[in-house]
């Protein structure tokens, strides 16, 4: 009970303030970014069985045993049967190889089929979703079989034996995995029409799939009898197999935002150490007290460590109300990107946050408390009482520790930890080292200058420490939040703008030299121009050097693994730039050299570093079964964002033009002519057209979004850094109110005070505006050179901007926090000496 109202005493007299703001801000930043992260990783989770239309499917090549099904009726399941084939598929004169899936009328058993009655809609509100198949007699469709068919919703199509109306097109089925364009159009047909449809012979290759969905035991219980009579066809997949990436790329991601957070951590535990100082030394009075009133260390000790607890609990269960309600606007900033719905979280981001602010209270604030137990009772009596209180030094050892073991626990792993908490050591050092060397500068130009910037700047250099810890903590938020703003309102655009209004947003592949001249005449009907036609033909690397690659580098190398687009130009294309060797004019007495079958090739840098080829080296190549060697005699690097064809591997003319090849192309398409696709594919059924300026529309979307929520979480950061900041000033305010009152009585106005305070203020501010400047300009550097590749263009702005904004905000919150110092009466402040 005495510790209760010790910590009440304690607040009322607004000694308490600062290390409790701390303690919640730690608590916020962590809490809001685990909640974010934990309901996101659970709806995913969840969703993940959306992606299987069950929560476990078996599939295999041969037909399932009806007992399966039977079983899993019996005790309780869901289930459904879905078997995938190609199938040629009529309609009139016209046919297509179509990717057939038929499917029981309760298909899918989890997700949504999404709909549409008007082909290749955009619009959400003609699209409908539905939890069950088409009724028997129809199909639905991709929108591009229409085209292709040359049919429109409502007429019927023939799918072997049986006759079925079009009723509806696909948009989107939950269990489809990605997209068929490659693979024939979607036809998704009821499992009661496909015994009358005669298209399933013996030996046909068809998938087969039993959907299963229930409760948790009850599944587990019906796959552990199940899984010993699957045979070597059977497979049994769960969502997680499904998915099995997923888990990882969740769990990494939720990491890296605790991590992310941990600077605000690490700033409000820097703040609570100043502000736990201050509190300790307004207690001398306290403890004394108590031991001359014959308390115990021991239970001086007990008192204190109570108040710390209660201060830890109160604080905590602030920050975590605090935190969920940041973490709904994140997620109101974020919609988009997220699920649909959001489960509620689980016990983990509560923990957290409530753990992370106790251990900031026992790695901050506790060492700057655990001397007052050994006080002496005569330090109620007597001024000059000596304190020893821990030690900077092991102060900060266990600060960092404390740092330390959080920074292990957010990522949980020994790696990731050290080299966040070397990072974050290295971005203090390198603040701290051009700060003290400016700070030391200043001091000098002080003593040539007024009255007011000398006692200002002196003042500066003579709390140097103080200032070095704002300088750190205020420049590395301002310098995240001037990043990401940049990233989103200027980066992003120089970026988009890089292309031309009229720059290539669709690619038109797969067209068969006999298809080509038809092409370019619908084309030039229709008042569009392409970059150019480039030839491709498929080819492998079998040989390297004469050698076989090993199977650990064709494991690395997904180009080892498959088939490449090769082709052939006399010209360097657009965006391509010759890195190392020679490009065709320039090479002489090759044919001498290798002999006559054997090309010149050209290969993309990064593809040449990947399987190990360099200037020299031999490649085999084998297409359709015949073989020919090339040699590299140049290394290319590409801009992949011409939105023009770009190739790895380049030969010169009259190598590859024996082999069958196709052509493929890049244009603009106006939004405006958008239908020109329909047409395209009903005279040309073949071709793959690839629409590009959606997805540039979706990636400003997303990084919008995302730098919008970052944004915010950097705004807390700020805060922490404001919180360094007054704990710093408040740690010093004893030492102001002195001065002030010296140079009051000396004959200085208050007026004049307050400038010397705006000055030191205003100073600071500035510095770590211009140093948070310099860090987010190299951060656009390296973001311009890698993410965008653009050339570096300097952002005056953030030079204006950053100290300006920092010396405002650091000055207004620096004077109004010591207005008293001006305020007190003078004799007073004296008389306390």
Not at 86 to 114: C, F, I, Q
Not at 213 to 230: H, N, R
Not at 362 to 375: E, N, Q, R, V
Not at 595 to 618: M, Q
């Amino acid at each position: 009970m005495m510790a209760l109202k010790l910590l009440w005493r304690s607040w009322r007299g607004g000694q308490l303030g600062l290390v409790f703001s701390a303690l919640v801000m730690a608590v916020v930043v962590v809490t809001s970014v685990a909640l974010l992260a934990d309901r996101v990783e659970r709806a995913l989770v969840k969703e993940s069985s959306h992606f299987l239309a069950a929560d476990a499917q078996v599939r295999s090549s041969r037909e399932m045993p009806t007992e399966w099904q039977a079983e899993a009726q019996q005790r309780g399941l869901e289930t459904a049967n879905v078997a995938l084939f190609a199938s040629m598929v009529y309609s009139g004169d016209y046919n297509h190889l179509a990717s057939v899936k038929v499917v029981e009328p309760n298909y899918p058993l989890r997700g949504l089929l999404t709909l549409s009655d008007t082909p290749f809609s955009t619009d959400v509100a003609e699209m409908q979703q539905l939890d069950h198949g088409p009724a028997p007699g129809e199909v639905w469709v991709d929108s591009r079989l229409l085209p292709l068919l040359n049919m429109s919703l409502g007429d019927s199509l023939e799918v072997g034996e049986v006759r079925l109306r079009a009723s509806r097109v696909i948009v989107e089925e939950p269990d489809r995995g990605g997209s068929f364009s490659l693979f024939g159009a979607r036809v998704l047909m009821n499992w009661n029409d496909l015994a009358a449809s005669g298209v399933i012979q013996p030996g046909s290759r068809v998938n087969y799939r039993l959907l299963l969905a229930g409760e948790d035991a009850l599944l587990k219980d019906y796959l552990g009898w199940l899984e010993p009579q699957l045979a070597v066809h059977d497979r049994l997949l769960s969502p997680d197999e499904a998915q099995a990436g997923l888990a990882d790329t969740l769990t990494q991601g939720r990491r890296f935002l605790l991590l992310a957070g941990s600077l605000g951590v690490v700033l409000a535990g820097i703040a609570l150490a100043l502000a736990s100082r201050h509190f300790a030394e307004g207690q001398t009075s306290t403890v004394a007290l108590l031991k001359s009133w014959g308390v115990s260390a021991s239970r001086v000790r007990q008192l204190y460590g109570q108040q710390v607890l209660l201060l830890g609990v109160i604080g905590s269960l602030l920050g975590l109300l605090l935190g969920w309600l940041i973490h709904e606007v994140l997620i109101v900033l974020v919609r988009e990107l997220l699920p649909v719905m959001l489960p509620t979280p689980g016990w983990r981001p509560w923990f957290t946050g409530i753990a992370t602010g106790l251990l900031s209270l026992l790695g901050f604030a506790l060492p700057a408390l655990w001397h007052l137990p050994s006080l002496s009772p005569l330090a109620v009596l007597r001024r000059d009482v000596s304190l020893h209180p821990v030690g900077v030094v092991k102060r900060l050892l266990i600060g960092v520790a404390m740092v330390a073991l959080l920074l292990l626990w957010y990522s949980q792993n020994l790696a990731m930890g050290l080299a966040v908490l070397c990072g974050l050591a290295l971005t203090a050092a390198t603040v701290m080292g051009p700060g003290w060397l400016l700070l030391r500068q200043l001091n000098r130009l002080g003593a040539r200058v007024g009255s007011v910037w000398r006692l200002a700047l002196s003042n500066l250099w003579r709390r140097r420490i103080q200032s070095l810890v704002l300088l750190a903590g205020f420049a590395g938020a301002m310098a995240i939040l001037m990043t990401l703003v940049m990233i989103r309102t200027t980066l992003l655009e120089e970026w988009r703008w890089q292309l031309a209004e009229d720059a290539p947003n669709h690619f038109l592949v797969n067209v068969a030299p006999y298809e080509l001249q038809g092409v370019e005449k619908l084309l030039a009907d229709n008042d569009l121009t392409t970059v150019g036609w480039y030839a491709m033909v498929r080819g492998r690397i079998t040989l390297i050097d004469g050698e076989t690659p090993s199977e650990e580098l064709i494991d690395q190398n997904e180009a080892l693994r498959r088939e490449l687009n090769l082709s052939w130009t006399e010209e360097l294309p657009q965006g391509n730039a010759v890195e190392e060797g020679l490009w065709w004019p320039q090479i002489e007495g090759f044919a001498e050299r290798y002999g006559e079958g054997v090309a010149p090739l050209s290969i993309e840098e990064d593809l040449a570093e990947e399987i190990g080829v360099t200037l020299g080296s031999r490649l085999t190549f084998s297409v359709g079964g015949l073989t020919f060697d090339g040699v590299v005699t140049s290394i290319r690097s590409l801009n992949w964002d011409t939105m023009t064809p770009n190739f790895y591997i380049l030969f010169p003319e009259g190598y590859l033009e024996k082999f069958p090849r196709i052509f493929m192309t890049s244009l603009y398409l106006p939004p405006e002519q958008k239908a020109f696709v329909n047409d395209l594919l009903s005279q040309f059924p073949t071709v793959l057209v690839i629409e590009l300026d959606m997805v540039i529309d979706r990636i400003r979307t997303m990084v919008s979004q995302v730098t919008h929520g970052l944004e915010l979480m950097t705004l807390l950061i700020l805060g922490c850094g404001v919180l360094v900041m007054l704990a710093a000033v408040k740690l010093s305010m004893s030492e102001r109110l002195q001065e002030s009152a010296v140079l009051r009585t000396l004959g200085s106005t208050g007026k004049r005070i307050l400038a010397i305070q705006s000055l030191e203020f205003g100073v600071l501010g500035g510095l770590a505006g211009l140093l948070a400047a310099s860090g987010a300009e190299l951060a656009l550097f390296l973001l311009q050179q890698r993410m965008f590749e653009a050339p570096f263009g300097l952002h005056w702005e953030l030079w204006v901007v950053g100290p300006l904004v920092g010396a405002l905000l650091v000055a207004s919150l620096g004077v109004a926090y010591t207005r008293r110092s001006i305020t007190q009466p003078p004799l007073q402040v004296l008389s306390n000496l």
